[in-house]
DNA sequence: CCCGGCCGAAAGATTACCTCA
DNA sequence: CTTGAGGTAATCTTTCGGCCG
């Protein structure tokens, strides 16, 4: 598995994919993994903006996080909510369902006439009832169920069970919080969208939605967990830099002793002249990552352990001593000032 | 200009389901 | 057949920034 590790392209454009754009197999045979370090913060002018051009979309969906699949796909469909049974938000480990007390294979009762406003009034937004009633939006010509959408899996026959199963939860539309396994090719193309940008607004949501015939809700769930995998990957890539970066100081540090050692032995032994010459070391600037070498009276008092020098105000002590790998390496000299020091 | 309330989006944490060894 | 681990969809909570009165 390769893994591409991008160190930050803010500047990249903020563009969406077409709307009938195909699932590049090829492109994605190396999916991999794709990590942005740049500062792609949460709100970009053009998002911003989309996300103000859209506000009266996304206020269409009614609470929060919930999505009104009617705000998407027309009057075709007709929301149907059930009446709110007291459904416990799960009690045992292993929720089965009779554990919740409820078949999830049995239909719902059907849900009163005119039960739209009332209902989705009083849904909570904590019920767990309440997106699953939502969930029509897959009724007719769902891709999920399409043969070909396990192409390249292992067993045909699993994955027929598979979607035979999300088929009944259509039907019954499963009260269980059912889990849907994304086929390869919504994935997939997920994957792509994720990689253009890794963020939605509320237009690109419905586009892939109606594209991957999923519900927005879907769209967006998958997108934050895909962040926080994105995230926890960075973190342990982080953690595996650090720890080299650890040993490699540390082995430093050990040599740095010994020759201490050896350089205090020549001295009790000969040349006096030679402690004159001050120790050099290097140290990096904690704010540019810069390193810079600087010299000292005493070596000892800066790679001895356990010395009692504080640590001077201007290189405070931090938990990343050594700088990332950088696309400009640079070292702090005279001729190159601190930046801030340049102003 | 400042403040507090509201709202939406995203992150973070957790739960629950599913698959597989 | 059972069980535990791992992956991940889904849910809930917290945080943050923008807007408005």
Not at 89 to 117: I, K
Not at 191 to 219: C, D, G, I, M
Request: hydrophobic residues 25%; neutral net charge.
């Amino acid at each position: 598995m390769e893994l591409g590790l991008s160190l930050g392209d803010p500047s990249r454009p903020f563009g969406f994919l077409p709307k009938n754009r195909e699932v590049n197999n090829n492109n994605s045979q190396g999916l991999g993994f794709c990590m942005s370090l740049g500062i792609n913060g949460s709100g970009t002018g053009r998002q911003q903006l989309e996300r103000e051009k859209s506000t009266t979309d996304e206020s269409q969906e009614g609470s929060r996080n919930r999505d009104d699949p009617t705000a998407y796909i027309g009057s075709t469909l007709q929301l149907d909510l059930l009446p709110l049974s007291p459904l416990p938000r799960h009690t045992s480990s292993h929720g089965s369902s009779e554990v919740r007390g409820f078949d999830v294979n049995r239909l719902p009762p059907p849900p009163p006439p005119a039960a739209e406003d009332g209902a989705a009034a009083a849904s909570s937004p904590n019920s767990g009832a309440s997106s699953f009633q939502m969930d029509l939006w897959s009724v007719g010509g769902s891709k999920r169920g399409s043969p070909e959408a396990g192409g390249g899996g292992n067993d045909g026959g699993v994955e027929a069970e598979r979607e035979s199963s999300r088929a009944s939860d259509d039907d019954d539309n499963g009260i269980a919080r059912k889990k849907l396994r994304l086929s390869k090719e919504q994935s997939a193309y997920l994957e792509e969208s994720f990689k253009e940008h890794n963020t939605l607004n509320p237009k690109q949501k419905l586009a892939l939605a109606k594209q991957l015939n999923l519900r927005p809700r879907q769209v967006e769930v998958w997108f934050q967990n895909r962040r926080a995998r994105t995230k926890l990957k960075q973190t342990e890539v982080d953690c595996e830099y650090l720890k080299r970066c650890c040993e490699t100081l540390t082995e430093e540090n050990r040599r740095l002793h010994k020759e201490l050692q050896e350089l205090r032995a020549l001295k009790n032994t000969s040349n006096p002249f030679y402690m004159q010459l001050p120790a050099t070391t290097l140290t990096m600037c904690p704010s540019c990552e810069r390193v810079a070498a600087t010299t000292t009276a005493t070596a000892s008092s800066m790679v001895t352990p356990n010395s009692t020098n504080p640590p001077s105000k201007a290189t405070p002590a931090s938990p990343f001593p050594l700088a990332r790998p950088r696309l400009y390496p640079f070292s702090h000299t005279q001729s190159q000032p601190h930046p801030s020091a340049a102003s």
